[in-house]
């Protein structure tokens, strides 16, 4: 099974970036746990800080991939387009997030992926991408 992780903008800054909300460990370095911990799976990784790129991956992937696991960062909040493009492929996504965002900054609160995603897992860390994952484990 492929599943296609994509995150969003200021996500190739995790383990620089405000470390006490988004931690201690680059992406790159969680990327290999985790291929390690789900070695049944296809598991593929790209981050962008463009929203074009992050639409065009979704496309790109979108019929051929089962799953895509997106964090779309600060795009989650603003973005029609990524929204669009969730909801125009076949490909399940499921929405994550490091923090919680609920219990941030009211502009956090909206999210335009949440509606054309079968989910939403929040809130515990890179972890979340972990649950994201087996998630779709035992869906499929
Ligand atoms: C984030 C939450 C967003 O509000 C923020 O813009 C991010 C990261 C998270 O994973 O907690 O960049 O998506």
Do not use: W
Request: hydrophobic share 40%.
């Amino acid at each position: 099974m492929k599943i296609q992780i994509i995150n969003g903008p200021n996500l190739n800054l995790l383990g620089l970036r405000e470390k006490d909300i988004y931690g201690e460990i680059s992406f790159e370095d969680y990327f290999k746990s985790l291929t390690n911990k789900f070695p049944k799976l296809e598991l593929h990784y790209f981050q962008s800080n463009i929203e074009g790129e992050i639409i065009d991956k979704i496309h790109e992937i979108g019929f051929d991939f089962s799953g895509i696991v997106l964090n779309a960062a600060a795009y989650t909040h603003t973005s029609v387009g990524i929204a669009d493009a969730v909801r125009s492929v076949k490909a399940t996504t499921i929405e994550v997030h490091i923090s919680n965002t609920i219990s941030r900054e009211d502009y956090r609160h909206i999210s335009y992926v949440a509606p054309n995603a079968k989910g939403i897992i929040m809130g515990f860390g890179l972890y979340s991408y972990d649950l994201a994952i087996s998630s779709f484990m035992k869906k499929l």
